[in-house]
């Protein structure tokens, strides 16, 4: 049974920073491109960071310079470090194939406030 379960997320002051997980479980995981997303209220779902099979690494411009991906395919996991975090990084983190998507796990919530 294919799972995803994100965490790592909190509420944290604007300049702080966490570190998101995301465990994939059912499938091979090291043969997947993978990406991050985000969900704002009221906005749509956005990547703001993939992670290619090639080991290419792309980010969106709101997140550039500030976030990185990472993986560790012997853990089945991938990682989105943040630093620098602003309030308009608030949002419900997902993270998920980036073709053939599965279906999405709950995501983790990151809050960003003073």
């Known amino acids: 049974q294919v799972e995803i379960a994100e965490s790592g997320g909190g509420l944290v002051q604007p300049g702080g920073s966490l570190r998101l997980s995301c465990t994939v479980s059912g499938i091979i995981f090291k043969d997947y491109a993978m990406a991050w997303y985000r969900q704002a209220p009221g906005k749509q779902r956005e990547w703001v960071a993939r992670f290619f099979i090639s080991d290419i690494l792309e980010y969106s411009d709101s997140v550039k310079g500030r976030f990185t991906i990472s993986r560790d395919n012997a853990k089945n996991t991938l990682y989105l470090t943040m630093n620098n975090l602003k309030p308009d990084d608030t949002a419900v983190y997902y993270c998920?194939?980036?073709?053939?998507?599965?279906?999405w796990g709950q995501g983790t919530q990151v809050t960003v406030s003073s």
């Open positions: 998920n194939r980036i073709y053939d998507s599965l279906k």
